[in-house]
């Protein structure tokens, strides 16, 4: 007990793994809410457009000296005003113009950076640095968090009807048009929030991991959001842990052992998981044999 509580309390002796557990969690529990949309409505790419299309944003941000979360969002919400006017105004298809905006955008962040003389490690909007975590920073990302987990969790079920049938949704008035602006407004925000704890290379796993071992160990859209963030939040918080204790990047633990999670699910899951599909099928025949015994001893007279 002794040891265990020493693993656990001694990191918290510094303010800076105060300020990274905090921003960890938050920062997961937003990407888990928002991460069972994405997966559902099958925008996991359009997820990693918005990450990698606000780089620009933050080192022009940077230059002229305003908060990097307008930079951030601004350029967010340019890439999704591309993408959809490309992909509506011409024969590309929707895939085709992520990959072009998103690639052109994240392009131009790096010759940026490149170009960019700065005290501050630019580089670390790419991989994160949840361990520089200041309190203007913490205060940011506890403000932005609630913002979007607030706005998700009032019109969930309006979101969750988009998903499931966006003509039904349409038919009884609501502007499937609206809510998809929105949604994406919620993704650049989230994206901002998980920045400081990830990177932008590393904020897509996180948008998409959650969501999709939810699915597989859930049959119902309520528990997929509570599985969602509660897996997220136990990934940051193991990964923050790990990271410490061992040295290493956090960013990258928290994503590893998010998807050491989503293995487990991918082969344990009761329902959908692999195992547990082959023991459903192994079981089935042994059902209907017994099912076939008892009714032809029911019609022996």
Partial sequence: MDLLRELLLAPLEFGFMQNALLVSVVAAAVCGLLSCWLVLMGWSLMGEAV????????????????????????????????????????????????????????????????????????????????????????????????????????????????????TFAHTIGLSATGLSAVLLMLLALTTVTALQTLGIILVVAMLVIPGATAMLLTRTFGRMLIVASASAVLSALVGVYLSYWGDVATGGTIVLVQSAQFAMAYLFAPRKGVLGRLAHRRRRPVAHRLDQSAATIERIP
């Fill in 51 to 166: 990450a990698h299309s606000i780089l620009p944003g933050i080192v022009l941000a940077y230059l002229f000296g305003v908060p990097m979360a307008v930079g951030a969002f601004v350029f967010g919400m340019l890439a999704v005003a591309l993408i959809g006017g490309i992909s509506t105004s011409s024969t590309v298809k929707h895939d085709t113009a992520i990959g072009v905006v998103f690639t052109s955008l994240f392009a131009l962040g790096l010759v940026l950076i490149s170009r960019t003389p700065s005290e501050t490690h630019l580089q670390h909007i790419l991989f994160g640095n949840v361990l520089g975590t200041s309190r203007t920073d913490l205060i940011q990302v506890l403000c932005l968090g609630a913002l979007t987990a607030a706005v998700l969790l009032i019109k969930r079920r309006d979101f969750t009807l988009l998903a499931f049938d966006r």
